[in-house]
């Protein structure tokens, strides 16, 4: 900081140094004084409410609900709903007894996620441990193997439900991707049609028609006798949708690696496969790298919908929890509380994202 | 012309493009095959003939004349149209809220900047509908019942059954002060855009948009009455009234949008560099001439697209309102195909209607970008 010291070389004191920072950054002028009380005014207001709600008037721990709100007056918040329901709304329907299950699965996701940051690992590396990592975790959850008690995907939900059809979603939806947005760049007429065609419609239409059409439309297009599971369809419409979206990122990241690259793996006598998959492809796919987080956010943050054509995912179950005769209604705490864990996978994405993005931009200047 | 040879490249790419058509055909066959048996054995009549049949069911909001008698045509056509009003309002408001929060992003004010950046980040971490179904219990359980309904501003009340607020009584002069804005507007325009000067035109476009409506409102007598709601037995009588379902999913639009749209106009003026501002403060302009000269034309052209994504994103998001009721395009496919079982017809049409309303708002942003951004005068 350059005013960190005064101009004889003496560091100010504190309290002077406090009140100098004050006058730049909230009483720079008269706009800025009033604009300041105001929000000291309303975040004190704000502030002194939710507090009031979340923790004066709380209540953590009661009998029931009715016992709840007797002993809050009404007036605050009955998180003893949250002990009773949390391991509910985070499993859902998944047998009691094996719900350790679901928690592994949580638990290798979010170590996966984490891991992903080390920027050592970034690369082929990162692929096959998140490969390795679903394909444990979708043995865990159906079971029927190595002891396992089989548990049928209707008895999947909750929070393991939304990481699965998230990330199972756009790792399916990634290779689709890649093939669409080469196929928007071919210099082939009728397979850029194709593509733009596809891409162009998905991205026209909302996701939940796609859902609906996925989960209501597919069965009358499949042989008769032949049925696929609520799951398995929503996961379709998913892939289906998102490999639209991540094709137009990946297209991106295509359109900004120079033209010279492709012709020197021309020159170099590389087939189309090797040209993409060992020059280009690394390439594009490092600087899509941003982007493509981002559209994996909105992806996480779109499971919610599959609640609307019937599947158990972390929304649904908090929905289903205040439907409870004795627990009916405490739908501020049991949303308060999944807002908590969806905001913290985004807010943790999105700072990743950004972080990356910048050191990337460091890396070409 | 001469000769394919076999090993020729635009033989190879000829035949990789004919393979390709073929499978895509193919499979779509497969599928349509299939379906045509399904639909077969289930005894359903395929065909858009159901558009006329009656529909038989109430829809509780709509902007067009519509009784159960009427066809699922017209209950079709009143989805569209309450999912294009609720779009319409969404966009505007969260357009005006998202540059607010925008530009307070970069205020130099610590507090102001701080807030809005928490703004942002709770809003846009949270999935839309979660948020919406949150605004929807807040308004249909915790508002206060009917009889002790809240009063934010003089005759606006909230209670369970909604917002109900004022409206004027309707008088005739009413519809020339319309005109008369309109008038005003052309006029202002045409001065604006052939006037000399460009100041004194601005003045005379400003005077007249602002007075010419007012003339008239003056010239008919100046009618102000208002018809105000009155708690009446177990309701209100009089107003204009929202239902929780569309307030909700207004304002949940709208305030999920904004923090999209703040992040866009940030980075749109963040991405102006600073040497323009230093270069045209060199040049003699001030501040204002600054900004509307220099920064916002430059700004406007990093802003415009990605606010064309997210007035489509807000408009398919509406689709959302299905969760909490608000009868939109979506809620009426979804009535519609439990009724009469049609689910390929009444999935296929939604989904031509949303991709139309995508495809006309594209183009018209696309040719206001190419005039906004556009080089020289």
């Not at chain 2, 400003?206 to 208002?226: D, E, H, Q, R």
């Amino acid at each position: 900081m350059a005013d960190a010291f005064l101009a004889n070389g003496k560091r100010p004191e504190p309290a002077r140094q406090a009140w100098r920072w004050m006058r730049a950054n909230l009483f720079g002028g008269v706009f800025s004084s009033i604009a300041t009380l105001l929000a000291v005014y309303l975040i004190a207001r704000a502030g002194w409410a939710l507090a009031d709600w979340a923790v004066i008037h709380a209540v953590w721990s009661a009998p029931d609900g009715r016992a709840c709100i007797a002993a809050s007056g009404g007036k605050g918040a009955c998180w003893a709903f949250l002990g009773y329901w949390a391991r509910f709304i985070l499993f859902g329907r998944y047998p009691y007894a094996e719900q350790w299950r679901p928690l592994v699965v949580v638990v290798l996701f979010v170590a996966l996620l984490l891991a992903s940051c080390a920027r050592r690992l970034l690369g082929w590396r990162i692929a096959v441990l998140w490969l390795a990592g679903i394909a444990i975790n979708l043995v865990l959850m159906a079971g029927g193997v190595a002891g396992l008690e089989p548990v049928g995907t209707d008895r999947w939900s909750g929070l393991p439900l939304t990481l699965i059809l998230a990330i199972v979603g756009l790792a399916l939806a990634f290779p689709l991707a890649i093939v669409l947005a080469l196929a928007r760049r071919s210099s082939m007429p009728a397979v850029r049609a194709l593509a733009v065609a596809y891409i162009e419609l998905v991205r026209g239409v909302p996701l939940i028609t796609v859902l609906f059409m996925a989960s209501v439309m597919l069965p009358l297009f499949l042989p008769a006798g032949v049925t696929v599971n609520n799951l398995l369809r929503a996961q379709l419409g998913f892939v289906l949708f998102y490999a639209a979206y991540l094709a137009e990122v990946v297209r991106g990241g295509l359109q900004a690696i120079p033209k010279g690259q492709e012709e020197a793996a021309d020159a170099l006598g590389l087939g189309f496969g090797r040209k993409m998959a060992l020059v280009i492809l690394p390439q594009a796919l490092k600087i899509a790298i941003p982007p493509l987080v981002n559209v994996l956010i909105a992806g996480f943050k779109d499971t919610t919908l599959v609640t609307i054509i019937g599947l158990f995912d972390l929304m649904s179950t908090a929905a289903n929890a205040i439907t409870d005769p004795r627990w009916r209604g405490f739908y501020p705490e049991a949303y308060a509380f999944v807002a908590v864990i969806y905001f913290a996978f985004c807010f943790f994405m999105s700072r990743y994202s950004q972080a990356l993005e910048r050191s990337l931009a460091g890396g070409r200047r | 012309m001469r000769a394919f040879s076999p090993g020729d490249p635009r033989l190879r790419a000829a035949l990789a493009q004919i393979a390709v058509a073929a499978s895509v055909v193919a499979l779509a066959a497969y599928l349509v095959h299939n379906a045509l048996v399904n639909l077969a054995r289930e005894g359903i009549t395929s065909g858009f003939g159901y558009l006329y049949h009656q529909a038989s069911f109430a829809i509780g909001e709509s902007l067009i004349a519509y009784t159960p008698a009427d066809s699922y045509g017209r209950a079709l056509l009143v989805g569209l149209c309450n999912t294009l009003f609720v779009a319409s309002l969404g966009v505007v408001l969260a357009t005006v809220l998202g540059t607010a929060i925008g530009i307070a992003r970069l205020a130099r004010n610590w507090l102001v900047r701080q807030a809005a950046l928490v703004y942002v980040e709770a809003l846009r971490n949270v999935p839309l509908l979660l948020q919406l179904i949150v605004w929807w219990d807040l308004l249909r359980v915790s508002a206060p019942p009917l009889r002790q309904a809240w009063q934010p501003l003089p005759d606006v009340f909230v209670s369970v059954r909604g917002i109900v607020f004022p409206v004027p009584v309707y008088a005739p002069v009413y519809r020339w002060m319309g005109l008369a804005l309109v008038v005003a507007l052309i006029a202002g325009w045409a001065m604006l855009r052939w006037g000399r000067q460009r100041r004194v035109s601005a003045a005379i476009a400003a005077a007249l948009v602002a007075g010419l409506p007012l003339a008239v409102f003056v010239a008919g007598g100046a009618p102000l009455a208002w018809n105000r709601p009155v708690l009446h037995f177990f309701n209100f009588v009089g107003g204009a009234s929202l239902s929780p379902e569309f307030a909700a999913l207004l304002f949940g639009l709208t305030v999920y949008t904004a923090a999209f749209i703040a992040e866009i106009v940030r980075s749109g003026i963040e991405g102006v560099s600073r040497g323009q501002t230093e270069a045209a403060l060199a040049l003699g302009l001030n501040p204002a001439q600054t900004l509307r000269l220099v920064v916002l034309p430059q700004a406007l052209r990093i802003i415009v697209p990605p606010m064309l994504n997210e007035y489509l994103a807000l408009t398919k998001n509406s689709s959302l309102a299905i969760a909490i009721g608000y009868p939109e395009l979506m809620s009426i496919t979804n009535t519609t195909l439990n009724q009469t079982g049609q689910a390929v017809e009444a999935i296929a049409l939604m989904m031509a209607i949303y991709l139309a309303i995508s495809l006309v708002t594209s183009l018209s942003m696309n040719w206001f970008n190419r005039r906004v951004t556009r080089v020289g005068p």
